[in-house]
């Protein structure tokens, strides 16, 4: 069985290293320092599940999600940030975030948080298939 690929996107090279690290033994992971690298990946690469930081260079992390998210609706995001800011949650989920983390992220909960987007989105598929 293939697994889910997951895409990190941090500027911190500590952070994404840690979340590679915590993650490669269920996932094939890629990893991404900006916004304009995330974009390379996410089109040489199938990406199930995108995290991405917010506050970034450049691109920032909702920018990113609107620009993936253009290219494959299908694409599921989580978004992190150090910043737990209500209305920022609010607003990443209005524009299609699936869920919303803050850091110093929690690893049991986001192992749950990634089995249960991937278990609806199993689902969705399978119901899409059904309906052809």
């Known amino acids: 069985m293939n697994k889910p690929t997951v895409l990190i996107v941090d500027d911190e090279k500590s952070a ?26 996410l089109a040489a690469q199938k990406i199930d599940v995108l995290l991405s930081d917010v506050r970034m260079p450049g691109m920032d992390g909702i920018t990113l999600m609107q620009r993936a998210l253009a ?13 737990g800011d ?38 969705e598929l399978e119901n899409v298939r059904l309906k052809v």
């Not at 494959?72 to 150090?82: D, G, K, Q, R, S």
């Not at 192992?111 to 609806?120: A, I």
């Open 71 to 83: 290219n494959n609706p299908e694409l599921t995001v989580i978004i992190l940030t150090a910043y």
């Open 16 to 41: 994404r290293d840690g979340l590679v690290r915590a993650l490669r033994r269920d996932y094939l992971v890629f990893a991404a320092e900006n916004g304009a690298s995330a974009l390379e990946v």
């Open 86 to 123: 209500v209305e920022l949650a609010v607003k990443a989920m209005k524009l299609g975030a699936t869920d919303f983390m803050t850091k110093p992220i929690n690893l049991d909960k986001l192992e749950l948080v990634l089995d249960r987007v991937l278990k609806v989105k199993k689902i």
